[in-house]
């Protein structure tokens, strides 16, 4: 450009008068020039100095990151050769520009009294060998209040706003971010699921004008949504599908990332967190390492289940010993709670329960029991052992996996309780498998299993329990990539699929 070679011209001109005054020839005695070396061996490249005169010459010393590369003898021949070359190589990609010196070099202009050698082509040469042509282009700068961070140099500004969206509608869907753009309104939920109330972009998104070395520029909306994924991370990890694979199960062998996040980076293969995975498909199952992160904010609106009150026994000396019988069946109820969340790139950092309203009151049990007949007896029906429950892996979500992982949605060390009345039947470690584990038996024909604790639990075999008495703490032991509770139920000693007695539904 010839505004940037203006501001060349400027910026020597502000040093020249310096130069000129220490390079006077009244200042230096003949002695003094002749003793000067040879050649210029400081220099990166090897310029011979051919003689002396005591009538001054302007230089144009050109430095590459402090080092001086050589000294230009004629600067409007070294700007033909550069335009040739960008009218060659550059002019398809970068219209209407011109190619100059990269942002690593700099030029200082001064008075000399020598003649030096001309190595024009070889500075020229030098440069174009060592990718150090610059162009003035658009920079996007990244910054917090400490400064800047991160910057990138993009040819299209357009091409930057459209990669910027994509990565935004990662997060957020286009409806809405369409509608928060327009300063739109966002009612609050009124049926069960969620929506975006707001988002913002935690760091500050600056564009400018300056100079890039040509070969770092982004030319294309692709190139610049990967680094908004990835930033300067160019490793990436991939997974190959394998029979009987689900979403979850390659999240989970997989740094334990979600479904959610592995459909965000393969945007053109999975569609869904439901599809079906095809046997063969390679997937990139690399985590989030983005330079910006988004911060989104949502209403969710749940269904959830109200339990209640422990069921009420009626002593009856009218029954056997172990005899009971129901005169009120124990019913759940339901309520509507609304929670306010926050996310982070794609990820749940908080949540809180904002409000509810019971929709369904949930119906104490009535139980009649033999004089000596003991609490431990379970009523039949769980509940979660884990509250705010959150499935991340399903019965079978992976093969050999026969129970369900669960976690508290907003703090993944939560207290475990006894999903029913029972006794405890085993407390140990598996290495291999459940790591610290506990497993209760409901004398009705249910038991249940409760794996991956984070220490033993303080009960001992033996010992009953009460639903929702606290049994241990969530962990990560045994064979497990995160923390989270492994929770399995026993049907007359065989294992079955919780969600047939549980509502998973509820939890996904």
Request: hydrophobic residues 35%.
């Amino acid at each position: 450009m010839n505004r940037t070679r203006m501001i060349i011209g400027l910026t020597i001109c502000a040093v020249l008068s310096v130069a000129i005054v220490l390079g006077l020839p009244e200042l230096l005695n003949e002695s003094d020039i002749f003793a000067t070396s040879k050649s210029t061996s400081s220099s990166i490249l090897t310029q011979e100095v051919e003689g002396y005169t005591k009538e001054g010459k302007q230089y144009y010393k050109l430095y590459r990151g402090g080092e001086l590369l050589g000294v230009i003898s004629d600067l409007d021949y070294v700007y033909e050769k550069m335009d040739a070359i960008y009218e060659e190589r550059y002019a398809d990609t970068f219209p209407d520009e011109k190619i100059t010196f990269g942002e690593d070099y700099y030029l200082s202009q001064e008075l000399g009294y020598y003649e030096l050698e001309n190595i024009d082509d070889a500075i020229v040469a030098y440069i174009e060998e060592n990718d150090g042509f610059g162009i003035r282009t658009n920079i996007v700068e990244f910054s917090t209040s400490e400064g800047v961070y991160a910057s990138i140099a993009v040819a299209d500004v357009n091409d930057f706003i459209a990669a910027r969206d994509r990565f935004l509608t990662n997060f957020i869907s286009e409806d809405s971010l369409k509608l928060l753009n327009s300063g739109g309104r966002v009612d609050t939920l009124d049926r069960v699921g969620e929506q975006v109330t707001g988002y913002r972009v935690q760091e500050t998104i600056t564009l400018k004008e300056g100079v890039a070395n040509i070969n770092n520029v982004m030319t294309d909306e692709n190139t610049i949504l990967d680094y908004l994924c990835f930033g300067d991370n160019k490793e990436r990890e991939y997974y190959t599908v394998k029979e009987g694979d689900t979403l979850q199960g390659v999240g989970f062998f997989n740094g334990n990332i979600t479904p959610t996040q592995i459909m965000l980076i393969n945007p053109d293969r999975i569609h869904s967190v439901d599809q079906v995975l095809e046997v063969g498909m390679e997937l990139n199952v690399t985590y989030f390492t983005s330079p910006i992160h988004v911060i989104v904010t949502k209403q969710s609106l749940r269904e959830e289940v109200v339990y209640p009150e422990t069921p009420l026994y009626i002593e009856d000396n009218t029954l056997y010993t172990n005899v009971s019988e129901i005169v009120q069946e124990e019913k759940n109820g339901a309520q509507y709670t609304l929670y306010e969340e926050t996310w982070v790139n794609g990820v749940l950092a908080t949540g809180e329960a904002v409000s509810s309203s019971i929709i369904e009151q949930p119906i104490q049990g009535i139980i009649r029991v033999g004089v000596k007949q003991r609490p431990y007896i379970g009523t039949g029906t769980f509940i979660w052992p884990v509250k705010n429950a959150i499935m991340t892996c399903t019965y079978g979500c992976y093969a050999g996996h026969y129970g369900i992982d669960i976690n508290n949605r907003y703090n993944i060390y939560d207290k475990i309780y006894a999903a029913d009345n029972g006794t405890v039947v085993a407390n140990g470690y598996d290495a291999g498998g459940w790591g610290y584990y506990i497993k209760i038996d409901h004398n009705n024909g249910f038991a249940t299993l409760y794996g991956h604790m984070s220490h033993r639990s303080p009960l001992t075999v033996g010992q009953t329990v009460v639903k929702g008495e606290y049994i241990g703490d969530v962990g990560s032991t045994g064979r497990v990539t995160g923390p989270h509770l492994h929770f399995e139920i026993y049907v007359n000693g065989s294992r079955t699929n919780p969600c047939e007695y549980m509502n998973c539904w509820s939890i996904y």
